[in-house]
């Protein structure tokens, strides 16, 4: 009696743990067939939704080592084509305007200010411009910063998952009320001006406006 009681009990254990095995093989074919249906899946197109009003006025701010100073007229000149034939208005933001946005420093034993780029962007908010273009080149214009300062330590609310290439001539299209950068571009052909560089801040902006036409003649 003992012996058939334990050989029955064996053969129930044996039946459940059979019935556990072919319980998880099932649901691990599932998973595994769940998991390659949805990495076969088509990946939905990434659209960029308007962003910036065409009509905006956009302050153009030349950097050297992380000081905003006035552009060469040769660069100024390809700035003036591209507000000629763009439906936004491009101003240069003067450095002269910028002086009432740096804080006082002692003569002697003083320490220069630390935020010339968000003192730029104040500067072109309180001339009226809704975003500022801001550039620079050489040592302005390096990997992974911009006017010498690492991209977390402009005081710019950036894409952590943007990289900031290095280039001969780089530029930040920043909101001027929010500190938000719009985009980067960069470009290879400077020596003689920055044509190169305002064909791809056009592009830019053509791609966060709604609108593509140029200004009314």
């Given at each position: ?8 009990a064996?053969?129930?254990?044996a ?9 998880l093989?099932q ?9 390659e249906?949805?990495?076969s ?15 905006s ?18 660069e ?8 000629k034939?763009s ?20 003569m ?36 992974g ?16 998952n943007?990289?900031?290439p ?7 299209l ?7 950068v719009?985009g ?11 044509g ?22």
């Open positions: 009696m003992m012996k058939l009681l334990t050989a029955t064996l053969t129930a254990v039946v459940l743990a059979n019935a556990n095995a072919n319980a093989s649901m691990t074919n599932e998973l595994k067939a769940a998991q249906a949805s990495l899946a088509p990946f939905e197109a990434k659209t960029i939704a308007p962003t910036i009003n065409i009509a006025t956009i302050g153009i701010a030349r950097l050297d080592k992380g000081r905003l100073i006035y552009a060469p007229v040769v100024l000149r390809d700035w003036a084509f591209l507000d034939r439906g936004a208005t491009f101003a240069p933001v003067s450095p002269a305007a910028l002086i009432k946005n740096i804080p006082e420093v002692p002697m034993g003083g320490r220069d200010s630390d935020n010339k780029l968000d003192e730029i962007r104040l500067t072109a908010s309180d001339l009226g411009m809704d975003y500022v273009l801001i550039y620079g080149m050489g040592k302005d214009a390096q990997w910063s911009f006017a010498g300062k690492a991209m977390a330590n402009t005081g710019f609310i950036i894409d952590t943007d990289i900031s290095r280039a001969p001539a780089k530029a930040m920043v909101d001027t009320y929010t500190g938000k719009y980067t571009v960069t470009s290879d052909e400077i020596e003689f001006g920055v190169d560089l305002t064909d791809k801040v056009e592009a830019l902006i053509n791609t966060l406006t709604a609108e593509r036409s140029a200004k009314p003649a």
